[in-house]
């Protein structure tokens, strides 16, 4: 072996070392969530989305092509049940009029403040969650359009996630399948507070419930507002299963078809947003026996 | 003074950078139709590890083409891409290149069946680590099922992939005999 060689496997022995040990230490300096690595996971966004929407757009096209395929063949089942469906649209419309003037008219009765100062953005989801460890999207849209982290992102049937970091022109969000996501819910027809777990998969965890509670399958789950970043009222799921403690929320959102999501921009005023991209999106309920909370629960989850 | 004999030695004219570069691109391109592919509502959650194909094939058959800088660039970007933990894949895959350069005169003498039990054992290790590396700092287990599936997936797809890239390794070899 020639002098010149031995330096180049030296070289590459070292080489080899390090990169090793930067990987390794990256690990934890990523788990530290410094604003640097932030910043240089949005700009690896902001640079590589665009890439992906390129390469992707072939898988696109032959998913709209097979969706095409497959809605041709079924059309005329697919007109008989779209119009049973409307009948069906119509008379809940007639009706949810109808609770709305109501809803309005109580509302003005009790002197309730409405929280209706935000206002909608619509954006494309770029990607969908790949892998197992972690379930996030890319949207293309970013903070030149105002978004910030802890916006709620919604789509017609109810809650997708939170935008939790922000770059010039994507975002990423934070699904509620993931394992980090924490979302203060409430059961829709009983309102007793709880919290719904993302496990990564396709069920949630719906834990943290009252003792009394007795969630039934197929019951609403809606989020409850508290914390003050998302909204009460919008729809985290159904309940799928219930065994004992363990409670299975089946998404509102069909994750796997999520083309285009609605970010709700504002509405958070006076709320601390400093630390929401720590994940730290749920404010616990103080340990005060002594103060009523929702549904005359106290934060020990004993009934008062 | 610079030593004599380093003027006497033979000027790298066949220096396998641009092939190197070519390797890294593809790799790159795979990763980013990894995480395309999870759009596909089919692997939506599980996309299969193309990427770890490609890095097995190559490191078999070409490994002086994927220096380790390839591999860390690799798993960087799959980890950026998919918002995993930071350098868990990354550090996953450039374990398992160690290894293959280790083992790989065995790999090479190997038919088949070996290697595709042998990428079996590598794409199992690399989600375990990932996995053990996902609980210890989150301190949770994530669902099984779906990475069960990306094994699965990831598994049955090796012999597609072994065959296509054999097949253009052919074709480069031959366009290289008539050239």
């Known amino acids: 072996?020639?002098?010149?060689?031995?330096?180049?496997?030296?070289?590459?022995?070292?080489?080899?070392?390090?990169?090793?040990?930067?990987?390794?230490?990256?690990?934890?300096?990523?788990?530290?969530?410094?604003?640097?690595?932030?910043?240089?996971?949005?700009?690896?966004?902001?640079?590589?989305?665009?890439v992906i929407d390129f390469v992707s757009a072939p898988i696109r096209g032959v998913e709209t092509m097979a969706e095409g395929i497959r809605t041709v063949a079924s059309l005329r089942a697919e007109n008989v049940r779209l119009q049973a469906e409307n009948d069906l649209l119509q008379r809940w419309r007639r009706r949810a009029e109808i609770l709305e003037s109501e809803n309005q008219q109580l509302r003005s009765v009790t002197g309730t403040v409405s929280d209706e100062n935000r206002s909608l953005i619509t954006a494309r989801a770029v990607t969908a969650p790949g892998g197992s460890f972690a379930h996030t999207i890319l949207i293309a849209i970013?903070?030149?359009?105002?978004?910030?982290?802890?916006?709620?992102?919604v789509t017609s049937n109810g809650l997708v996630g939170i935008v939790y970091e922000v770059g010039r022109a994507y975002a990423r969000v934070l699904m509620i399948s993931d394992i980090n996501a924490r979302i203060p819910v409430m059961l829709a027809s009983s309102s007793w507070p709880g919290l719904t777990i993302g496990r990564?998969?396709?069920?949630?965890?719906?834990?943290?419930?009252?003792?009394?509670?007795?969630?039934?399958?197929?019951?609403?789950?809606?989020?409850?507002?508290?914390?003050?970043?998302?909204?009460?009222?919008?729809?985290?799921?159904?309940?799928?299963?219930?065994?004992?403690?363990?409670?299975?929320?089946?998404?509102?959102?069909?994750?796997?078809?999520?083309?285009y999501v609605s970010v709700l921009i504002g509405g958070t005023e006076g709320v601390d947003r400093s630390d929401l991209s720590q994940g730290s999106f749920f404010t616990p309920l103080p340990i005060d026996d002594d103060k009523r909370l929702l549904e005359g629960v106290n934060a020990s989850g004993t009934r008062q | 003074?610079?030593?004599?004999?380093?003027?006497?030695?033979?000027?790298?004219?066949?220096?396998?950078?641009?092939?190197?570069?070519?390797?890294?691109?593809?790799?790159?391109?795979?990763?980013?139709?990894?995480?395309?592919l999870a759009q596909w509502p089919f692997f939506y959650g599980a996309s299969p590890l193309l990427s770890l194909i490609f890095?097995?094939?190559?490191?078999?058959y070409h490994d002086e083409l994927m220096p380790i800088m390839t591999v860390f660039i690799m798993g960087l970007i799959a980890d950026f891409l998919m918002?995993?933990?930071?350098?868990?894949?990354?550090?996953?895959?450039?374990?398992?290149?160690?290894?293959?350069?280790?083992?790989?005169?065995?790999?090479?003498?190997?038919?088949?069946?070996?290697?595709?039990?042998?990428f079996a054992v590598s794409c199992t290790a690399v989600m375990l680590?990932?996995?053990?590396?996902?609980?210890?700092?989150?301190?949770?287990?994530?669902?099984?099922?779906?990475?069960?599936?990306?094994?699965?997936?990831?598994?049955?797809?090796?012999?597609?992939?072994?065959?296509?890239?054999?097949?253009?390794?052919r074709l480069l070899q031959t366009l290289q005999v008539m050239r």
């Open chain 1, 1 to 50: 072996m020639r002098p010149s060689d031995k330096a180049k496997v030296r070289h590459r022995r070292l080489v080899h070392v390090v990169l090793i040990a930067l990987s390794f230490s990256l690990m934890f300096i990523g788990k530290a969530d410094l604003v640097a690595m932030r910043d240089l996971r949005m700009s690896s966004n902001d640079f590589l989305a665009p």
């Open chain 1, 142 to 153: 970013g903070n030149e359009s105002g978004i910030a982290a802890g916006d709620p992102v």
């Open chain 1, 200 to 259: 990564n998969g396709e069920y949630l965890e719906l834990a943290f419930l009252p003792a009394e509670a007795r969630p039934e399958v197929g019951e609403l789950v809606l989020t409850s507002g508290h914390g003050g970043i998302l909204p009460a009222g919008l729809a985290v799921g159904r309940v799928d299963r219930v065994d004992g403690d363990d409670i299975r929320v089946r998404p509102a959102v069909e994750f796997r078809n999520l083309g």
């Open chain 2, 1 to 36: 003074m610079k030593d004599q004999q380093s003027y006497f030695e033979k000027a790298d004219f066949q220096s396998n950078l641009p092939k190197q570069f070519l390797v890294m691109f593809v790799a790159v391109l795979l990763v980013l139709l990894e995480v395309g």
């Open chain 2, 55 to 60: 890095m097995y094939f190559i490191m078999i």
């Open chain 2, 83 to 118: 918002s995993d933990i930071l350098g868990g894949r990354a550090t996953a895959l450039m374990l398992l290149s160690y290894a293959m350069r280790v083992g790989v005169l065995r790999l090479q003498q190997s038919d088949f069946m070996d290697l595709w039990v042998g």
């Open chain 2, 129 to 169: 680590f990932q996995l053990i590396v996902f609980t210890v700092v989150h301190f949770a287990v994530p669902s099984l099922s779906p990475l069960l599936f990306q094994l699965g997936f990831t598994l049955i797809l090796f012999p597609i992939g072994f065959v296509m890239m054999f097949s253009i390794q």
